[in-house]
């Protein structure tokens, strides 16, 4: 019975070891939250609302050349969820973000439920995905107190002759920034 309590005690004090070493990491993994945020550069009106964050600041109506921040710090799922709304073209984006245990910190864009733009990503890396009437780019860009994405809504660099978006079929690739 003791060698039992002893090789139990022993089990326990090497996983609290390997655990407290993983939170010491250079990438700081769980130990510092999410910040996102959203910038307008198009022509379209937008309105973004975070669902689920610490903090957030200019949520509502996003005019063209405004920002929405949305920071968030959970122990599990995503630390920052929200939605980007647009009248017209009519959909509304899904927004989520984290910095998990392990891996890279991310975020993401579902556009039509798929998930279009965005994920694992290191710093100075962005995903882009062009529907033809807007332009959406997830950048990872340099930490502070939180791990830093920005999401731009832009006019499409490849814009439909229809004037419609063109539907999402899988993830765009991640790309380093120039």
Same mark, same amino acid.
């Given at each position: 019975?003791?060698?039992?309590?002893?090789?139990?005690?022993?089990?326990?004090?090497?996983?609290?070891?390997?655990?407290?070493?993983?939170?010491?990491?250079?990438?700081?993994?769980?130990?510092?939250?999410?910040?996102?945020?959203?910038?307008?550069?198009?022509?379209?009106?937008?309105?973004?609302?975070?669902?689920?964050?610490?903090?957030?600041?200019?949520?509502?109506?996003?005019?063209?050349?405004?920002?929405?921040?949305?920071?968030?710090?959970?122990?599990?799922?995503?630390?920052?969820?929200?939605?980007?709304?647009?009248?017209? @073209?009519?959909?509304?984006?899904?927004?989520?973000?984290?910095?998990?245990?392990?891996?890279?910190?991310?975020?993401?864009?579902?556009?039509?439920?798929?998930?279009?733009?965005?994920?694992?990503?290191?710093?100075?890396?962005?995903?882009?995905?062009?529907?033809?009437?807007?332009?959406?780019?997830?950048?990872?860009?340099?930490?502070?107190?939180?791990?830093?994405?920005?999401?731009?809504?832009?006019?499409?660099?490849? @814009?439909?002759?229809?004037?419609? @978006?063109?539907?999402?079929?899988?993830?765009?690739?991640?790309?380093?920034?120039?």
């Amino acid at each position: 019975m003791a060698r039992r309590v002893t090789s139990v005690g022993l089990l326990v004090l090497v996983a609290g070891l390997a655990l407290g070493g993983c939170s010491s990491s250079n990438r700081e993994a769980g130990n510092l939250g999410t910040r996102v945020c959203i910038e307008n550069k198009s022509s379209f009106s937008a309105t973004v609302g975070f669902t689920k964050r610490d903090t957030g600041r200019g949520e509502g109506s996003l005019a063209a050349g405004s920002w929405a921040c949305g920071e968030g710090t959970f122990f599990m799922g995503n630390d920052v969820e929200g939605t980007i709304a647009l009248a017209s @073209p009519l959909s509304e984006i899904k927004v989520t973000a984290s910095n998990p245990w392990t891996g890279a910190p991310e975020a993401r864009l579902y556009i039509g439920g798929r998930w279009c733009v965005g994920g694992s990503m290191n710093e100075g890396q962005e995903s882009v995905w062009d529907d033809g009437v807007l332009r959406y780019t997830v950048q990872r860009i340099a930490d502070g107190q939180w791990k830093e994405f920005t999401v731009t809504l832009a006019q499409s660099e490849q @814009p439909n002759a229809s004037g419609l @978006p063109k539907q999402c079929t899988g993830l765009a690739p991640t790309r380093e920034h120039i």
